[in-house]
């Protein structure tokens, strides 16, 4: 088993886990109201994959076999595949990526150091729910992009061969060593305030308008039902 000796530290007031909860009717939520200009929407949406990349690679590193290894270097890909797709849409618009990216490096980077957990199992649920969680609610708001990129936007987060390697790995950790579920199901508790934060960074906000959040929140329950169903799967308790 592979440990890091950083801990975790406070974390700042977020919104809470909700009980279960049916599906939300989505219709109603005018994304093109909320969502940024396609330049910083997938500025942002490119340095979370990249992101998601690294952590993955770390994964790779530590994991405790080859078969392992092997799995989650195909997910680290899915990761890298949709970072540079999301870079290409930055090229077609005339921007450079790594100057739209820059703005959104500081409070992605702490989002990655809050959800890294504290052993390699940690690391991965964290990478395997939280990437869940915004590819979900990034694909939702790019229906408020122009209709072209928006459609192309969804295709490349709808792709999801990362999350059934994850789940896979996880699973049968679970049930090798049923000591872990306890710890993951609280660790993975714990990581949808942080996600919600991130995902809440990405609606436009002015001073005009402030309740940016408060009319997207049918797309965050919806997120947390999502989040319930994939710790049921793992059979932890969300």
Request: proline share 6%; glycine share 8%; aromatic share 6%.
């Amino acid at each position: 088993m592979v440990f890091w000796t950083s801990r975790r530290g406070a974390r700042p007031e977020a919104p809470r886990l909700r009980p279960r909860v049916a599906p939300t009717d989505l219709a109603r939520v005018d994304f093109g109201e909320l969502v940024p200009e396609p330049v910083p929407f997938l500025g942002q949406a490119a340095y979370i994959q990249l992101e998601f990349f690294e952590g993955l690679a770390k994964a790779v590193a530590t994991a405790p076999s080859l078969t392992s290894k092997e799995g989650l270097s195909a997910a680290a890909g899915v990761a890298l595949r949709k970072h540079h797709a999301l870079i290409a849409e930055l090229r077609r618009l005339g921007v450079e990526p790594d100057d739209v990216m820059a703005p959104f490096a500081p409070a992605t980077d702490r989002f990655r150091q809050a959800t890294a957990g504290a052993d390699w199992y940690e690391l991965l649920l964290g990478i395997h729910l939280t990437a869940g969680m915004l590819d979900d609610y990034f694909s939702r708001l790019a229906d408020g992009l122009p209709a072209d990129l928006g459609a192309r936007v969804r295709a490349i987060l709808d792709e999801e061969g990362a999350a059934v390697v994850l789940g896979s790995e996880l699973g049968a950790a679970i049930r090798s060593d049923p000591r872990l579920a306890d710890r993951l199901a609280l660790w993975g508790r714990s990581l949808v305030g942080d996600t919600l934060l991130i995902a809440r960074s990405a609606l436009r906000a002015s001073e005009a308008d402030g309740r940016a959040g408060e009319r997207v929140e049918p797309v965050f329950t919806e997120l947390i039902a999502d989040h319930t169903r994939r710790m049921d799967a793992l059979g932890l308790t969300a």
